[in-house]
């Protein structure tokens, strides 16, 4: 299962990440909303975790752009 992550904060993203490797899952991880939006476009991927607030694109709107995506396949 992939899972995207999308955060700006370092710490936390390292930290989420190495959490769910070691169960194994396979992790796509990003520093930032445009990032996050071309991994989800390339990947398939099961789950997204996505920050409220970073740079350049928001959780809230990559969050809106998934479902507009998703709805349109």
Known sequence: ???LI???DRAS???LKKLLEQ???EVIS???GKEAWEEYKRNDVSIALLD???PGMDGVELCQ???D???SE
Do not use: F, Q, V
Request: without cysteine; negative net charge; aromatic residues 8%.
């Open 13 to 15: 993203l390292l930290l």
């Open 6 to 8: 999308a955060d700006d």
């Open 30 to 32: 990003t520093s930032n």
């Open 52 to 54: 409220w607030m970073m």
């Open 23 to 25: 169960e194994s899952y």
């Open 65 to 67: 752009r998934i479902r």
């Open 69 to 71: 995506l998703e709805s």
């Open 1 to 3: 299962m992939k899972i």
